[in-house]
Structures are given as C-alpha cells and as structure tokens.
C-alpha cells in the first residue's frame, strides 16, 4: 500500500510538470530531416544483446547511422499497465478505442493499428521482450505507453464530494527492426470531476477522475506521433 508521504511526492512531481492543467514534452526530432542526417548510412538490424552491454564498435555505428522506416508502417500499441498493488488488468474507454486505435487518426502512412495483448509479453517487462511481440505482430514500429497517474477525494459539507486524477504518461516509439527508439514523450493532464450516483463509493469517484485525466493524455498520443511520422517518413 502506498503511504500518503509518497502519495504527496508523487503529487508534487506531476505538479511540476504541469503547471497548468495540461503540458507535453517531445524528443526534438526536427534533425532527421535535415541534410546531414540524410546522408548517414541505413542502420537495417539491431546491434543490441539482451545479455551482454553494447559493444564500442556498435554504439558507434548506431548514433553514425540513420532509422528509416517503411513508406506504410504497421504500429503495435502496448498500454502498460498502472498498479502500485499487483492489480494487472486494462480498461478502455470507447472513447480512447474509437480514437487511439482507430487507423483513420493516424494519418495517410500508417496502414494498421494493432493493439498487443498483455498475455504476449514475457515478464519482467524489458525492451526486449516488448520487442520480441511486436515481432510476432509483425509491427514495424511499437509504441509504448507507459501511464502513472495519482487521485485524490476532497469532502464538502453543502455539496457533492469532488476527485482530481492526474496522469502522466510516457510515450516511446520502438523501430522493431533495429531496437532503436527515434520518438519519445511525456504527456501530463489533470480532471477534476464531482461524485454522481453512478460512483458506489469515493475510490470508485477517485478512479474515475484518475480514468479520466488518462483519457486526456491518451487522446494526445495520436496527434504527437502522426507528426513525428509525417515529418520523418
């Protein structure tokens, strides 16, 4: 169980990374268009050894080298799971289903949107297992989404009790081929909702509010990596 001094540095750091009600920080990936970087030779596999550290010669060729994807690429979507008690399971609301998962939203040069089964991911959870997967999805890119997301419960006298959740999510995209990770970002929102009769008890309030400021976050994810895909490919 987490105690409530941990609780409170959570809060504190998301808090930092918000300010206001939302923020989102993108890896700068403005360079691959550039000439130079154009010029650098295909990195085509990876050089990466799940048992042994990179080798000199292989960090070399990997930051000398370029990624390149295919004209129409096949994304797999892994949502990690968020549980501080062993609770591991996935909800989706039609919501994130119709605009996360729907290809439409992703832009002319993404082909499919295929969504990885926890069951297909080895643990403990590695870049490489991840990897492994999205292989057997037959993925050209993963994209991992990795959420932390903290609620809290306010009692009112004269009215309905209110929960915030905040949310923030990491977001990685994985050439599969290569085991390089060209795209990155953290994606931070806030809600604030207000107990209906729909909520049995105020965790269930409180999860809702958390559900919800993830929702948010989720929405972006599309957005941020359609322009990423869209400059680069």
Known sequence: MITNFIKSIFLISILSLIGCASSQKSKDYEYMSSQEYQKKPNLTQSLLNANEPLSEDAVQKILSSKITFPKKINIAIVKLSDSYEGIDYQTISQEVSEKL?????WGEK???I???PQVMIAKPITL??????AVLLQADALLIIKPASYGDWKFQWFDSEKAKGITSLEVLLL???TNVVPFTSVVTETAEITKD???YNNYELMNRAKLVSETKALLQVAPLVQKFISRVL
């Open 197 to 199: 009769n729909t909520d």
């Open 101 to 105: 998962y729907d290809k439409s939203n």
């Open 114 to 116: 295929i969504p990885m």
């Open 175 to 177: 050439d599969t081929r």
């Open 110 to 112: 993404v082909q499919s």
């Open 128 to 133: 490489t297992s991840l990897r492994q997967a």
